[in-house]
C-alpha cells in the first residue's frame, strides 16, 4: 500500500498510515452485529476517523507549497477519498458471510457519509493548516465543537436526530429500523459542502486580495447562504419554534402546553387535552410529586411528520429536562401518552442538565428509565407485566435480569422483553422497598447490591407462584421470542421494504405491495409476518389457489399449538370457505386454544358465519379492499340476511366511525338478534364507549365499572383493571371536560419521598 502516486513523502507515509487503520477497523467491524454489512451503520463508523484523515491531509497540503487553496483543497479530497476504497474491500469480502440485502443503498451512505464528510473536513483541514500552526488541534477543536452543538441543539431543541457538518447523519431513535435515504440527507450534505466551500474560498479571497478578484469568494459566500435557506425549508435545522409553527396548533390547559398538526380539529384537541390532564393526575397518585414546571406535549398526525420535524418516526419520545413529550396519532386511551408523561415525572428524582439516571455516571440508563415509566403507568391487557414476566420464564426466553437491568443488555434484548422485564422488576422493587428506596436507586443510577439480591431472588419466587393457562404461553413465545435490532438481518432495509409495502397497498398498488412482500422474503425466507401479509396480498389479487397453498405450507411447517401454527390453520379454514369447502369445526377447535382477546372474537364470529353459512362474511373479514367495498358488500349481506345478529353487528363496528349513533343502535339490535358470548361482552364495551364519545361520561363511568364487575366474561385482572381505569377518565372527563374547567390538582411539587404514593 504506497499511496497515491505523485504524492509528497511526508504525505504518502500519513495517506498508508490512515489507510492502514481504516483497514483494521473495517476488518473490525466485520464481526459487530449491525456493522457487519455496508449499510448506514458501518458508513457512520468509517465515517469518524475518515474525516480526521480527510482534514490530516488537508493540513499536509496546505504546508507542502500549495498556495492555491482551493486546488489543495481538491487535491486532499481525492486523497482521502481514496483512501475511502479500503475499507470497501473487507465489508464486500464479509458479504460473503453475513448477507448484504441492499448493497446500492449502502454504498449511497457511504457515499452520503463519509464520502462527503472527507471532502467537508479536507477543506477545513486546508483552511487551518493555511492560518494556524497547531492545525491539528485546531480541527479537534473544530471536531469537537460540531459534535456539541449537536449535543446541545439534542438537549435545547425538540429533534433526536442530528444533521451534522462533519458526520453527515445521526438517526437519534434506535428503533427506528428505517432510515429514510432522500432528499433532506442530499440537501444537508450539498450544504455542508457549501460551509466548506465558502471557507476555502473566502479564505483564499483574503490571501490574494490585492492581486485577483473578489466574486469567487462572494459567489461561494452566496451559494452557501443559499444551501442553508434549503436547509431551513427542507427542515433540516429546527429548533422548538419551527417545529411549533410547522404543526400550527396551540392550546393551553392546567399543565400542558399542547402543539397539534392543523389537521386535528379542536374539539379533538380539546379531548386529547383533557386524556393528557387526567394521565397527569393517574401518575401524581403514583408517584406522589409534579413536574417542576409546564409540560409541553407535541402531537403529530403520523410518522412521517414526526420523522421529518424531530428525527423519531415509529418510536414515541419524551424529553424529561425539556418537560416535553413527542406522540404520533394520539388517541384518548392511548397508553403511550401515560408512558412518555411518566418520563417527565420522573426528571425531578434526577438533578440536571439531563435529570435522568446515568450509568456509571456517563450513559442513560436505559433500564431503569424504561422500567420506572412502566411500572408507573402499569400496562395490562389480557395479563399484566408480572404475568407476562411469568410467561417468559415459563417458555424460557426470559434472560437472566441483571444482564438486562445493565444498559448494554437492555439493547440486545428484545424491546418488549427488556420493557416488560424491567418494568416488572422496578414495580416490584418499589412495591417491596417503598418511594423513598426507589427514588434513590433511580437517582443513584443503580440498585445496592445487597437489596438488589434479596428483592431478586424474592421476584424470582413471586414470578414461579402465579399460574397462567397454556394458552397464554403460546401467545408469549409469538410475543417475545423475537430478536433486538442487533439480531436482525438487515434491519433498516427490510424495515424499508416494508414501509413500501405499506405505502403501496394505502395507494391501492396491491401488485406492487405484493413484490416489496416477495422481496422482503428474499432476505428472510420463512419468516412468518411476511409469509401472512403475502397470503393477504395474494388473496386481494383473486389468487386464492396460491394463497392457499402457502397456508397449507405453514400449517405443515409450524406446530399446531403454538401462534404461528394456529394463524396458519385459520388461513387455511378461511381459504377453504372461499373456494366452496366451509366448515365451523376448524375454527370452533383454534378458538378452544385462543387466548388473544382479539384472536377468540375473530374465531367467534368465522365459526358463527360457517355455521350458518354465509362464507361473504369470511371474505368480508380476511379478503383486503377498499373501505367503500367493504360497505358494499356488508349491505348486500344485510339485505341477504336482515335477521343475523353477527351482520348487524360488524355493520354497527363499521358505522360507528362516521355515525357514533348508527352504532349505538346497531350494537343494541345485535345483541337483541343474538351473539356468540365474546362479542356480546364485546358489544357491550362498545357501547359504553360510544357513551364516553358522545360526552356521556357519568353513563360510561356507571357502564365501565359495570363490565369490571361481570363474573361471566371471564376476564383477568388486567382487563378488569383497565376497564376501571376507563371508569376513571369518564368521571374525570365529566368533572372537567364538560364546563372547560381545568384539571384542579395541587401544583405544588414535592420530593417522592415526602408522600406515600399509591404503590404503598
Not at 468509517?46 to 487535491?75: E, K, M, Q, S, T
Not at 445521526?170 to 460551509?195: C, H, K, N, T
Not at 376513571?728 to 364538560?738: K, V
Amino acid at each position: 500500500m504506497t499511496g497515491p502516486v505523485g504524492l509528497h513523502p511526508a504525505l504518502r507515509r500519513a495517506w498508508r498510515g490512515w489507510a492502514m487503520a481504516l483497514g483494521a477497523l473495517a476488518v473490525g467491524l466485520c464481526f459487530v452485529p449491525l456493522f457487519d454489512l455496508l449499510a448506514f451503520e458501518f458508513s457512520f463508523a468509517i465515517g469518524i476517523p475518515a474525516v480526521f484523515a480527510a482534514a490530516g491531509l488537508g493540513i499536509r497540503r496546505a504546508r507542502v507549497g500549495d498556495r492555491d487553496l482551493p486546488g489543495a483543497w481538491g487535491a486532499a479530497g481525492l486523497h482521502a477519498t481514496a483512501l475511502l476504497a479500503v475499507p470497501l474491500g473487507p465489508i464486500a469480502l464479509n458479504a460473503l458471510r453475513v448477507r448484504n440485502c441492499d448493497p446500492l443503498e449502502g454504498l449511497i451512505f457511504y457515499a452520503l457519509l463519509p464520502g462527503v464528510s472527507v471532502w467537508v473536513a479536507a477543506g477545513f483541514g486546508v483552511a487551518l493548516g493555511a492560518v494556524f500552526r497547531r492545525a491539528r488541534l485546531a480541527f479537534v477543536g473544530v471536531f469537537l465543537a460540531s459534535v456539541g452543538m449537536g449535543l446541545w441543539r439534542f438537549w435545547r431543541d425538540p429533534p433526536v436526530d442530528a444533521f451534522n457538518l462533519l458526520l453527515g447523519y445521526w438517526p437519534g431513535a434506535l428503533y427506528d429500523e428505517f432510515i429514510p435515504l432522500g432528499a433532506r440527507l442530499v440537501i444537508s450534505r450539498l450544504e455542508d459542502l457549501g460551509v466548506a466551500a465558502a471557507l476555502v474560498v473566502g479564505l483564499a479571497g483574503l490571501r490574494r486580495a490585492a492581486e485577483g478578484p473578489r466574486w469567487p469568494a462572494a459567489l461561494a459566500l452566496v451559494g452557501a447562504l443559499g444551501l442553508h435557506g434549503l436547509a431551513l425549508r427542507a427542515d433540516i435545522h429546527r429548533d422548538a419554534a419551527h417545529v411549533q409553527a410547522a404543526l400550527g396548533g396551540h392550546l393551553a390547559t392546567g399543565h400542558f402546553d399542547i402543539y397539534f398538526d392543523k389537521s386535528i380539529s379542536g374539539k379533538e384537541a380539546r379531548l386529547l387535552g383533557l386524556e393528557l390532564e387526567f394521565d397527569f393526575a393517574e401518575l401524581q397518585a403514583w408517584f406522589g410529586t409534579l413536574p417542576g414546571g409546564r409540560v409541553a406535549a407535541y402531537l403529530y398526525p403520523d410518522q412521517a411528520t414526526k420523522k421529518r420535524l424531530m428525527g423519531a418516526g415509529r418510536t414515541r419520545v419524551a424529553k424529561p429536562w425539556q418537560r416535553a413529550l413527542h406522540v404520533h396519532r394520539a388517541a384518548v386511551g392511548q397508553p403511550v401518552l401515560a408512558h412518555e408523561l411518566a418520563h417527565v415525572f420522573s426528571a425531578d428524582l434526577v438533578p440536571g442538565p439531563l435529570h435522568l439516571p446515568l450509568y456509571r455516571g456517563l450513559v442513560p440508563h436505559m433500564p431503569l428509565i424504561e422500567g420506572l415509566a412502566e411500572a408507573a403507568t402499569w400496562p395490562a391487557d389480557r395479563l399484566d407485566l408480572h404475568q407476562w414476566s411469568a410467561a417468559m420464564r415459563a417458555i424460557d426466553v426470559a434472560p437472566p435480569l441483571p444482564g438486562v437491568l445493565d444498559p448494554g443488555g437492555f439493547y440486545l434484548r428484545n424491546s418488549r422483553v427488556a420493557y416488560t422485564l424491567c418494568g416488572s422488576f422496578v414495580r416490584f422493587y418499589a412495591e417491596q422497598h417503598g418511594a423513598g428506596a426507589m427514588a434513590q436507586v433511580y437517582r443513584e443510577g443503580r440498585f445496592p447490591q445487597a437489596s438488589f439480591e434479596a428483592t431478586h431472588a424474592a421476584w424470582q419466587a413471586m414470578l414461579a407462584e402465579l399460574t397462567l393457562p397454556p394458552a397464554a404461553l403460546a401467545h408469549a413465545r409469538a410475543r417475545f421470542d423475537r430478536p433486538s435490532i442487533f439480531g436482525k438481518v438487515c434491519a433498516h432495509e427490510i424495515a424499508a421494504l416494508r414501509h413500501g409495502a405499506d405505502d403501496a397497498l394505502a395507494a391501492g398498488d396491491t401488485a406492487r405491495a405484493l413484490a416489496l412482500t416477495e422481496a422482503v422474503l428474499g432476505h428472510l425466507p420463512g419468516e412468518p409476518t411476511a409469509r401472512f401479509e403475502r397470503v393477504g396480498l395474494w388473496l386481494a389479487l383473486d389468487r386464492a389457489a396460491d394463497a392457499l397453498a402457502d397456508a397449507e405450507a405453514m400449517a405443515a411447517e409450524w406446530p399446531a399449538e403454538g401462534a404461528v401454527g394456529r394463524r396458519a390453520r385459520e388461513w387455511v379454514a378461511d381459504l377453504r370457505c372461499l373456494t366452496g369447502l366451509c366448515a365451523a369445526e376448524p375454527y370452533q377447535a383454534l378458538q378452544a386454544g385462543a387466548f388473544d382477546r382479539g384472536e377468540v372474537r375473530r374465531l367467534a364470529a368465522k365459526a358463527e358465519a360457517a355455521a350458518r353459512g354465509v362464507v361473504g362474511i369470511i371474505d368480508l373479514l380476511v379478503r383486503p379492499r377498499a373501505r367503500a367495498d367493504s360497505k358494499a358488500l356488508m349491505e348486500t349481506l344485510v339485505a341477504e340476511h336482515p335477521t343475523l345478529g353477527l351482520l348487524a353487528y360488524l355493520q354497527a363496528r363499521q358505522a360507528a366511525a362516521d355515525d357514533p349513533e348508527a352504532g349505538f343502535r346497531g350494537l343494541a339490535r345485535a345483541m337483541a338478534l343474538g351473539l356468540p358470548p365474546s362479542l356480546h361482552f364485546e358489544a357491550l364495551r362498545h357501547i359504553v364507549r360510544l357513551k364516553f364519545d358522545r360526552g356521556l361520561y357519568g353513563a360510561a363511568a356507571k357502564g365501565f365499572d359495570g363490565l369490571a364487575a361481570r363474573e361471566d366474561a371471564d376476564l383477568t385482572a388486567g382487563e378488569r383493571a383497565e376497564l376501571r381505569r376507563w371508569a376513571r377518565r369518564a368521571r374525570f372527563f365529566e368533572a372537567h371536560g364538560a364546563t372547560g374547567a381545568k384539571a384542579q390538582v395541587d401544583t405544588a411539587p414535592r420530593p417522592l419521598e415526602d408522600r406515600a404514593p399509591a404503590w404503598e
